[in-house]
């Protein structure tokens, strides 16, 4: 062609990228580390509220989630986007804005969370200011991912643009649905959902942010790395189309497996089972892609480091892809949920697939753009290793931490007694958790070992910051010149894929929440089931700003093992006021749904000595101390608000209530404190201790109240 | 090219003993079933165990198949028949393992199980364990066989190219129709005009068994909901719940039926249940009339219609008079009335207090007030009484 033009490719933007993946990788897995070592050293959290487990440890996901995986991603598109169109990034500005929008974003994630400002919905807990932010940063990159696309030079898009064209439409409305809130103060909502259908909503989020944050975006990075690294052609087209399609289709139906055995309606737990087991053969074709492009190279990936991170990256992906719907299915489920094993099995996917992909990519990256070698093979190498082996060292052992504490949990006395107290399975556990914290700490060293790598890699050569590339303009007619696969079509046609992604992702969606939100019978009503008292909102306001849901959940499945060492199993209609639901997803510690229960049911001082010291009532236990809790007063300016908000989402206070709230505040609050004062404590009515004393003995007793029932 | 063919039926036939042993797994597990009260086809563990098992064996019948087509030269020859003997070497180690797992359940049958894993047997759960570890083991090592294989085969391949591809029927069908594997040099065929920043496309299709797979699974959707939401075949959460708890009560009467077994002068108690009394009155009427009259008036031996007692009156004294005998001519009963219809004597015996029938024998023995204990209910051990303590406790200790 004469008619060449030519342009730069923006490396100065993906540079930037690549060092904030690099920093946050470092940040991320350094909490996680501390996170790990705190569930067996509880005094690790130094005293302080700010760097306690239910603080640390959403700010290990976040950080890992959305500032490790998310700028590798933004590094790796923004790279490969502008060689696959041939074109240089839309905008400079708007990629600036991005950079620095995300990292802000970042920062201000890390800041809210430790200082407790929560939504209470794992992955999604940034409060509704940052969720505006994020809002507009995505915004901000699907603007300039789309005005590249547009003024492309290359007629059809490759495969990996369709991941990130996918990927961009579903978090978009992924976190625009699940972040509904209602701001009742500057930094502080309420979910606009409430219990079931909040859950239904939040882990119809959570999987899709696995699935569309962690996955789609990491298989276009593969599709476009692993072929330039292998040097070998993708292995078959038309398998990239199915899985693609067949991937986002149905991958946004399986959240309800996150869900199974609980008060979600059995019809919305059986599509996320079955929508989870098809999802296998769509799961594995990306892998079956990545690996078979490999075939005839390799002897090269037993020499070439960047090689060998992908293979692991891609055999991890496929073990976990082929783990997860085998973990959708009911009776592994029983086993597997509430334990480290699903502990396990997201590290596989996160060490495995993000990180070394991730790894994989800077390693060959990085030198590309400083026009130079890699500084040294063999630390690359000590990384692999290192990275192998942490990856091991966690995984097995919370595996076995897993069975372990399921087998506990169900174990019986043959005279139908529970064999094991809870606490007896924690202790047992904590061997598991030294492990587990040794194999994070050897990951984060060889990530530390490759920063230093890459670091003198990049002082050793210079930043190409605007790389030429010519290429003819896409010329306005189209003809092709023989016969093409139908799917050409749509490949030269950025917006409609948009479009039809979007609709394709949407219907799983649509077919889950419709019938939930509207149909009564979903949500049998308990008549005997209240809101909470101000006092109780309080405390329950303070129990998801703590973290608790990081270790506790409230859901009492039916299973014999549960009922018989929790009570009643819980039901939809006991959840109606709570927003946000925190049924959890996790038990370090064990189940509270009934902790108020006649069963559960403990005194006003065993609650207030044990959150102020759990080994004194709980010898061996790994819960943290909660000191400040005795220190706080409770915000009653806010009650008002609080209240306030409720109504507005439907929760039945009386009109003017919220006026009168903190009377009925403080009259409770006077009455525990009476209490506590008859077994010998001394306590002030306005501290925040009271509130989640309040709360706390509130838990799973309307139920029992006026036990009726009523399916409309 | 025959010891080839002899070398692939070898790998066949240990695959179908491997099949038969698996199914015999599965009967075993289904008679099992059928029969134990326990229902270990019933158990999460044990089923997904076993599944695992299954699912593991195919791997392992698919790595041999492709280590079977990834051999094809003459320089692989030797490796092969190697490979082949060590794979059924370990197949029938697997294999006689399953067996094993058999035995094992069998037994878990007849022994009382003290200490279940998850509600196995133990030696249930190891054998399976043990299984599972070893087919892990093998697929690891035929990974690495494969692996081997074909980086050796890249190295080569310009050698190996200009070979003549003759592989068994067995071989062809697997690699082409299963795995729709197409040697490195046919890619120049399949190669698409595509190129994207130096990336190009193969128009290879669709692997059989992916695409076959992917319809499995949509079928086995289907039958779910179908299954779980139309016909109701199986169970739902709450449904499951309701026989879980059913079967763990009738398990735990059986139990507790059994411990009774084990009812002595220590644990005894008067019963007042009426099915137990009449048992006791039964035993009564054809043993103990000889000495103590048809309602227990006293002949020889003394009157059990009064106060007076010669050896006490609690349960437990008279559980072991009847148990031990007397030195004063009552013979032992131990050997005669089992452990249980002695406290259902006994407790008859119980219900003649203050009688009064006619031609009553004059009182021996001294004079009890009538502190009875009698049980309230049928608890026949003591274990109910631990459990309210135990769960009173439990509550205190609970976290």
New interface residues.
Partial sequence: MNNKETFHYDNKIVKWFAYATMLWALVGMLVGVLAAFQLVFPDLNLGLAQTTFGRVRPLHTNAVIFAFVGNGIFMGVYY?LQ??C?ARMFSDTLSKIHFWGWQLIIVLAAVTLLAGFTTGKEYAELEWPIDILITIIWVVFGWNMFGTIIKRR?R?L?VAIWFYIATFVTVAVLHLVNSFELPYSMMKSYSWYAGMQDALVQWWYGHNAVAFFLTTPYLGLMY?FL??AADR????????I?HFW?LIFLYIWAGPHHLL?TSLP??A???G???S??L???S??GM?NGL?TL?????KV?EDVVLKFMVIAVTAYGMATFEGPLLSF???N??AHFTDWIVAHVHVGALGWNGFLTFGILYWLIPRIFKTDLYSKSLANTHFWLGTLGILLYAVPMYWAGWTQ??MW???T?????KY???ETVVRLKPFYLLRSIGGTLYLVGAIIMVYNLIKTIKSGSAVNDEAAEAAPLTDEYVPHHKEHWHRWVERKPVQLMILSLVVILIGGIVEFVPSFLIKSNVPTISSVKPYTPLELQGRDIYVREGCYTCHSQMV????SE?ARYGE?SKAGEFVYDHPFQWGSKRT??DLAREGSL??R?SNSWHFN?LYDPST??AG?VMPKYPWLFENDIDMDITEAKIKAMQTLGVPYEVGYEKIANDDLKKQAEEITADLQKEGIKAMPQKEIIAVIAYLQRLGTDISAEPKVSQK | MIRKIKSASLVVATMMAMNSYAQDAATTAVAAAEKAPESIGSN??F??MAVLTGVLLMVIFILSAVLRTSVKTRVREAINSRTVQSIVVLLMLAGSQSAFAQAAEKTAESIYIDT????MHPLAFYSLFGVLIIELFVILWLCLVI?RI??KK??V?AAAANQVKSGSAFSTFISRKIFGVKP?EA?KDV??D?D????????????PW??Y??YM??I???I??VG??ITGTFK???E??DT??AE??A??AA??AK?AMNVDETNAVFLSDADKIAIGKDIFMKNCVACHGDKGQGIIGPNLTDNHWLYGNKPGDLYKIVKNGTNKGMKPWKDDISAVNIQNVISYIHTLKGSNPAGAKAPEGELFEDEGAVASTAASDS?AAS?VK??VK??E???
């Fill in positions: 490969s060689r696959l041939k290359e059809h490759y476009y072929p330039k052609p993708v292995y078959s087209y038309r398998l990239s199915i067949a055995y059995d019809w737990q059986s599509l089972t079955v929508f087991f098809m296998i053969a769509p594995w074709g079956i078979l075939r005839g190279v390799w002897d037993r009911k009776n592994i029983a086993i399921s087998l169900k174990e019986f043959d005279d139908g007694s529970i107290q809870f606490l499945r039916p299973f014999r009922t199993y510690g064990p069963k559960l403990k044990h009532t709980s236990s | 999460p563990l089923l997904s279940p894993i998850g509600n692996l074909i980086v890249e190295e391949s490195v890619d190669l698409l595509h994207y920043d130096g990336i190009k496309e193969l128009d290879n299709d669709l692997p992916w695409k797979g992917f699974t949509i086995t959707g289907v779910y909901m779980y939401h739902l959460s709450n499951e719940y879980e708890v763990a009560e398990k735990e139990y507790r411990m274990t459990t135990d769960s439990s509550l200790v609970k976290l």
